[in-house]
């Protein structure tokens, strides 16, 4: 029997989710089988679970009703599908992507209750994101009892930049309590480097800038393939402008938000996350 690796990235309305055999090719990539995409979970209108072949041919694409629309019940619809296939691999460990490693997490690392605990500790370094990571991760180890489930962290390829350029100008001990910049969409970056050693040398013996292009947007300056400097820092809102979130704002302006115009705390918050949709 083949022993396969299931990914998972969830987000707070979607599960992406990805099949591969456990053993590459001639010490390459592994060979994907297929992957899926639940989107529209919990209050979305329209929740649908597709599911594509290495081609890009579409395997299955239905509706989610009910408990379906959770990411446990997601989940648990995408394996009922796989065990209908019949397919002859067993899963034989899950990667999950986590937005926030923290000042401890600077590598991949088996995930039991201790673990799960200091990552929801981060919760408020990543509120839009943290916590459902942590959904997929309860889901998976509910699904896979005794299967080691991995976290893998978008902030870790950015932990060997200059101490330099992880610092802010403010006392010592907040940076030592954590108040620093992190960094991420690591897990992308480190691909592209991945891929650019493999295909073109030259360029990644190199210094390169990257850009990650998408609802969540950053760039990433590397360096014989490290990170030395990003856009994103304490939190994923900094930087590039995004979808919904403002990117890099001046600090008088959140001071003005609050101050000169009675916002809350939480509500300014919530606001720099919606005010490019205006709502």
């Known amino acids: 029997m083949t022993d396969q690796l299931l990914t998972l990235n969830a987000g707070s309305s979607s599960i992406k989710v990805a099949l591969f055999d456990a053993a590459g090719a001639d010490g390459g990539l592994p060979a994907a089988h297929w992957s899926g995409q639940a989107d529209g979970l919990g209050a979305g209108l329209d929740a649908r679970l597709r ?3 290495a081609q890009g041919r579409t395997l299955h694409d239905a509706k989610l009703e009910g408990d379906a629309r959770s990411h446990r019940g997601a989940l648990a619809a995408l394996l009922d599908w796989h065990a209908q296939q019949g397919g002859a691999g067993r899963i ?3 990667g999950h992507r986590i937005v926030h490693g923290g000042m401890d997490f600077v590598a991949p690392v088996r995930i039991d209750d ?3 605990e200091d990552l929801a500790a981060l919760e408020p370094l990543a509120p839009l994101h943290q916590p459902h990571n942590l959904a997929g991760v309860r889901a998976a180890m509910h699904a896979f009892a005794g299967v ?3 976290a893998c962290f978008d902030t870790a390829f950015h932990a060997v930049q200059p101490e330099l350029n992880r610092r802010f100008a403010l006392p010592r001990e907040l940076h030592d309590a954590g108040v620093r910049r992190y960094g991420f969409h690591g897990l992308s970056y480190e691909s592209i480097a991945h ?3 493999r295909q073109a040398p030259e360029v990644a013996n190199g210094r390169v800038i990257v850009a990650h292009l998408g609802n969540g947007a950053s760039m990433c300056a590397i360096a014989q393939g490290r990170s030395v400097a990003t ?3 304490f939190s994923p809102l900094d930087g590039l402008t995004m979808g919904t979130r403002y990117g ?3 600090t008088a302006v959140v001071v003005y938000l609050t101050h000169g115009r009675g916002m809350s705390a939480d509500a300014a918050a919530k606001h720099g996350t919606t005010v ?3 709502g």
Do not use: E, K
Request: glycine letters at 8%.
């Open 92 to 94: 034989a460990g899950v």
């Open 248 to 250: 890099r704002l001046h």
């Open 114 to 116: 201790a673990v799960l």
């Open 276 to 278: 490019m949709h205006g």
């Open 231 to 233: 856009t994103m820092s």
């Open 51 to 53: 599911i594509r072949d």
């Open 195 to 197: 891929q650019l050693a």
């Open 148 to 150: 080691p489930q991995v």
